[in-house]
């Protein structure tokens, strides 16, 4: 059974870094392109913010494009998200997942492989 979890989040002034990871179990990470998602405060739907194919290809949402970086690291089955100059529009958790599809420009569709994991909540604010 694969099993996704996030860590890395936290409370964090304007401006501000954090580097977000997601470890996974049951799966090699390193076989799937990988994406992270955000769900904002009191919407529904999960927004995907950061995507990496198997061949590294990467792609950003354009809010967070220039300030995120997106990287996998095959050795420790990890995925990671460093997040830099965060506003407090970032405000979410974050969540990691595989996208069933997605487009030839690296957005993915909607549809993940994978359950959720519990998300790391990211808080930006003075």
């Known amino acids: 059974q694969v099993q996704l979890v996030e860590s890395g989040g936290g409370l964090v002034q304007p401006g501000g870094s954090l580097r977000l990871s997601c470890a996974a179990s049951?799966?090699?990470?390193?076989?799937?392109?990988m994406a992270w998602y955000r769900q904002i405060p009191g919407e529904e739907e999960r927004e995907w913010v950061a995507?990496?194919?198997?061949?590294?290809?990467?792609n950003y949402e354009d809010s967070v494009k220039g300030r995120f970086t997106i990287s996998r690291d095959s050795v420790t089955n990890m995925v990671y998200l460093q997040m830099n100059s965060l506003k407090p529009e970032d405000t979410a958790v974050y969540y990691c997942?595989?996208?069933?599809?997605?487009?030839?420009?690296?957005?993915?569709?909607?549809?993940?492989?994978?359950?959720w994991g519990q998300g790391t909540q990211v808080t930006v604010s003075s």
């Open positions: 049951g799966v090699t990470l390193s076989s799937y392109a």
């Open positions: 995507f990496i194919g198997i061949g590294e290809n990467t």
């Open positions: 997942n595989a996208p069933r599809e997605y487009r030839t420009d690296y957005i993915p569709k909607v549809g993940e492989l994978f359950m």
